[in-house]
C-alpha cells in the first residue's frame, strides 16, 4: 500500500463525510474550495453554513507535497528536516447551532518521507457546552470497541493522550471530554494503520450523528446560546495557541483559510459573567 | 528613579485613562477587579462593556515580581534566565460599537532585573475595519510629533517596528494601520525613558478620543457591523498566534481573564464572503 492508496481512499472517505454531514442538515449550505499548495499538491476544503442542525462545519481534506518538514510534524524520534515529504488527511470540526449538542473534531492523517519514515495519526474528541452523561458514555464507549478491534492497548493509551493533548494550562481546563489521539503510529504495515484511521473515521461518524440526532431537537434559551459562544472562546484559545495541526499547517504555508475553517462562526470573550454562567460553567467544568 | 516610583506614576496614570473612557461613554459598565499575582504582585483589571461607544475596552495595570524570566520577554540581548524580575505596566485595547470607529490598543512597560539589566518597553496601533485617511494621518503625525520631542530618531524607527510587530504572516496582512512600537529602551536614565512612556500614554489618549469623537455618531448598516465582527477575528488571530505580551502573559503564569481581555466581545469567522463583504475587505486592505 503506497501514499497514493492512502490518499484515495482518505478522498472517497471525505465526499462519504460530507454526504452524510449534508444528508442530515438539508438546510445547511455548502461551500467547497480547491486549492493547490504552492509547491504540489492541494485539498478541498469544505464549509457548512447555517444549517438546522450546524451552524458551521469544516470537512478537510488535503494531500500535498513539500521538500521542508516543519518542526511541529515531527516527534522528537524522527528528526528528518529539509527532506521531501508527502502528507494527506481528513479534518472536520463540526459547530453546532443548539448549544445542547457537543461541537466535534476529528482529525487523521498520513505523512510520507521515504520507505523507513512514515507514521499515521489522529484522533477525535467531543466538547459539550452542557455535558449529558450518555453522550458521553456513548462517544467513549464506542471509541474504546472500535480501538480494541485492533489493538487491547490502543484506547486507554490513546485516551490518555487525548486528556493530554487537549488541554488549556492558562485556564487550567481540559478543552472537552476527550476521546482517542494518536500520533506517529508505524509499528504494523500501513495496511493495518489505515483501517485504523478509517474505523477512526466510520465510528467518529457512528457516535456523532447518534449524538446529535439525539439533542438537535431540544429546547434552548438564549442564556444557554449565550454560554455556548463564551465557550466557543475556549476552543479558539485552544486552537491558536496551542494546536500542533494549526501551527505545522500555518508554518508550512498552508491554506490559512482552510486551517483556521474549525474557528466557531460566533464567538463571544467577556471577562464579566452572570450569576447563570457561573452556574453553567460549574456544572460543566465538573466534566472538563 | 526606582521601580516603585515608576509602577507609582503607571498606577496613577491608569486611574486617570479610566475616568477619562468613563466620562467619555456614560453608558459603559465599569467591572474592575483586583488581582494578586501568584509569586508577588499584582494588578487591577478593568473591562468596561456595552457603552454607547465602547463595545468592550480592557484598561490593565499589573506590576508583579517573579524569579524566572520566561524567554518571550526576552531580547537576545539580555539573557538572564532564572533572575529575579520585576515588571510593570499598562496595557489597553478598545474594541468599539461603531465599526467606523478603529480598534486601538496600547502597552507601556518597565522591566527590571538589576542595576545594569532594566528596560522600557511599549506602543500603540490602530486597527480600522472602514478606514479614514484624516484619522489615521492624526494618528501618525500625533505619533511623530510626540516622539520628536524625545529624539528626531525615534517615530521613523518605531513606526517601522510597528509594521513588522503587528503582521499576520498567514494572511499577509499586517493587523492595521500601525502607530509606533519599541522594545529595550536603556541607553538614556530611567527618567527619561519613563516621561516617554508617559507622553505615549498621553498622546494615544489624545489621538484616540479625537478619532472616537468624530466617529461614533455615524450611521452603520448591519453589514458594516458583520463585516466589523468578521474582521476582528484577525485581532483574535494576531493576539494568540504571535503576540509576545500574550505569551510573555500566559508563560509567566499570569492571569489568563486580564491577559485575554484584549480580545473583543463578539467575532464571527466563515471563509464564505459575501460580495459586500470582498469590496469592504479590498478597500481595507489597500491600508494595510
Redesign the interface.
Known amino acids: 500500500m503506497n501514499f497514493l492508496d492512502i490518499e484515495k481512499k482518505l478522498k472517497t472517505k471525505h465526499k462519504e463525510i460530507r454526504r452524510i454531514f449534508t444528508s442530515q442538515d438539508r438546510k445547511v449550505?455548502k461551500?467547497s474550495?480547491r486549492w493547490k499548495y504552492h509547491e504540489e499538491g492541494g485539498g478541498v476544503?469544505t464549509?457548512l453554513?447555517n444549517g438546522k442542525i450546524i451552524e458551521?462545519a469544516?470537512i478537510n481534506f488535503s494531500s500535498i507535497t513539500g521538500t521542508i518538514l516543519p518542526k511541529s510534524a515531527l516527534s522528537k524520534k524522527l528528526r528528518v528536516n529539509k527532506s521531501k515529504f508527502h502528507a494527506t488527511g481528513i479534518s472536520i470540526v463540526v459547530h453546532p447551532d443548539n448549544p445542547h449538542v457537543p461541537c466535534s473534531h476529528l482529525n487523521v492523517r498520513h505523512f510520507y518521507v521515504n520507505p523507513k519514515i512514515w507514521w499515521f495519526g489522529g484522533g477525535y474528541d467531543l466538547t459539550p457546552y452542557f455535558p449529558f452523561q450518555d453522550d458521553i458514555t456513548l462517544w467513549h464507549s464506542n471509541a474504546r470497541k472500535m480501538c480494541d478491534k485492533h489493538d487491547k492497548s490502543y484506547y486507554k493509551k490513546f485516551k490518555k493522550q487525548c486528556d493530554e493533548y487537549f488541554y488549556l494550562?492558562?485556564?487550567n481546563e481540559r478543552r472537552g471530554v476527550g476521546g482517542i489521539f494518536f500520533d506517529n503510529l508505524n509499528n504494523l504495515s500501513k495496511e493495518k494503520h489505515c483501517n485504523f484511521i478509517i474505523d477512526v473515521l466510520d465510528s467518529y461518524i457512528n457516535s456523532y450523528i447518534q449524538i446529535i440526532t439525539k439533542r438537535y431537537k431540544s429546547r434552548f434559551t438564549k442564556s444557554q446560546k449565550d454560554f455556548q459562544?463564551y465557550r466557543r472562546?475556549r476552543y479558539?484559545?485552544f486552537n491558536?495557541?496551542y494546536d500542533r495541526g494549526t501551527t505545522f499547517g500555518?508554518q508550512s504555508g498552508g491554506r490559512?483559510?482552510?486551517?483556521?475553517?474549525s474557528?466557531?462562526?460566533?464567538?463571544?470573550?467577556?471577562?464579566?459573567k452572570s450569576k447563570q454562567f457561573i452556574s453553567f460553567e460549574k456544572n460543566l467544568l465538573k466534566y472538563l
Open positions: 449550505t461551500n474550495t476544503s464549509e453554513l458551521k469544516a494550562p492558562h485556564r459562544l472562546g479558539v484559545e491558536l495557541l500555518l490559512a483559510e482552510s486551517i483556521l475553517m474557528l466557531p462562526p460566533i464567538v463571544k470573550w467577556s471577562a464579566s
